[in-house]
């Protein structure tokens, strides 16, 4: 297991403010690599401890344990450097859902360096739950079916996780407006991304100019 420490990216933002279609986006781009909690823990199969764990957790709304979310993210990151999926040496590390809580910050510390924060703040929560709807019906979620879960997540992300915000500098925190089309969003999101991407593949030439390849789908 790797104890170094990755350039990472976090893309933060209440449930349904659009972090994993926007992570989705830019883990396309070469300089990305994109890895989200959200997924990692709906794809633990439910009959292991952990997965059953995790699954009750994302049922009911509420967080997994910082320590078991910590591990098992670790996990997932060295077995994707492992299989050369995530390549440190050319790529940032842009991290939807994690970290969540203040604590999960610290425990991060060890394993990653945050150069930016892109905080998709959300001024009017009837769009994002209207969004969240949707997303049920299109991708079976259960947590985005319920209101009352939805509700609960609310009240988790306000106590819990948006204390982060005051964790980072400020001047990490770069604020976007998420309403809008998935590429009107994006555009937003590239203008302050673009020069920290810049400055981990710098050196490998790609996004050291004016230069770059996106291969994002509209
Ligand atoms: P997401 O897809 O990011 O909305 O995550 C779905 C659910 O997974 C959350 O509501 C939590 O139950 C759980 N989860 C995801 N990331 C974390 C995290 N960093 N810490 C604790 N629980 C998490």
Same mark, same amino acid.
Request: charge should be negative.
């Given at each position: 297991?790797?104890?170094?420490?990755?350039?990472?990216?976090?893309?933060?933002?209440?449930?349904?403010?659009?972090?994993?279609?926007?992570?989705?986006?830019?883990?396309?781009?070469?300089?990305?690599?994109?890895?989200?909690?959200?997924?990692?823990? +709906?794809? =633990?199969?439910?009959?292991?401890? #952990?997965?059953?764990?995790? &699954?009750?957790?994302?049922? %009911?709304?509420?967080?997994? $344990?910082?320590?078991?979310?910590?591990?098992?993210?670790?996990?997932?990151?060295?077995?994707?450097?492992?299989?050369?999926?995530?390549?440190?040496?050319?790529?940032?590390?842009?991290?939807?859902?994690?970290?969540?809580?203040?604590?999960?910050?610290?425990?991060?510390?060890?394993?990653?360096?945050?150069?930016?924060?892109?905080?998709?703040?959300?001024?009017?929560?009837?769009?994002?739950?209207?969004?969240?709807?949707? +997303?049920? =019906?299109?991708?079976?979620?259960? #947590?985005?079916?319920?209101? &009352?879960?939805?509700?609960? %997540?609310?009240?988790?992300? $306000?106590?819990?996780?948006?204390?982060?915000?005051?964790?980072?500098?400020?001047?990490?925190?770069?604020?976007?407006?998420?309403?809008?089309?998935?590429?009107?969003?994006?555009?937003?999101?590239?203008?302050?991304?673009?020069?920290?991407?810049?400055?981990?593949?710098?050196?490998?030439?790609?996004?050291?100019?004016?230069?770059?390849?996106?291969?994002?789908?509209?």
């Amino acid at each position: 297991m790797s104890t170094r420490r990755y350039s990472a990216v976090l893309l933060f933002g209440m449930p349904g403010s659009g972090k994993g279609t926007q992570g989705q986006l830019l883990g396309k781009l070469q300089g990305v690599f994109h890895l989200s909690t959200g997924e990692i823990f +709906r794809s =633990l199969v439910d009959d292991s401890d #952990d997965g059953h764990l995790v &699954s009750d957790c994302i049922r %009911r709304g509420q967080l997994v $344990a910082d320590h078991l979310t910590i591990e098992i993210w670790k996990h997932w990151l060295d077995a994707h450097i492992e299989s050369g999926d995530f390549r440190p040496e050319e790529q940032i590390l842009l991290l939807d859902g994690i970290p969540r809580t203040v604590r999960q910050c610290e425990l991060l510390k060890d394993h990653v360096n945050v150069l930016q924060v892109i905080y998709l703040s959300v001024s009017d929560t009837e769009p994002i739950i209207q969004r969240l709807r949707q +997303r049920a =019906l299109i991708e079976g979620r259960a #947590d985005d079916a319920d209101e &009352s879960v939805i509700r609960n %997540r609310f009240e988790v992300y $306000a106590r819990e996780t948006t204390p982060i915000l005051n964790f980072y500098p400020p001047a990490l925190v770069r604020e976007i407006d998420p309403m809008g089309t998935p590429a009107e969003v994006l555009k937003r999101i590239l203008e302050p991304l673009i020069p920290v991407i810049a400055t981990v593949r710098g050196s490998a030439g790609e996004f050291g100019g004016d230069e770059i390849t996106p291969d994002v789908a509209e």
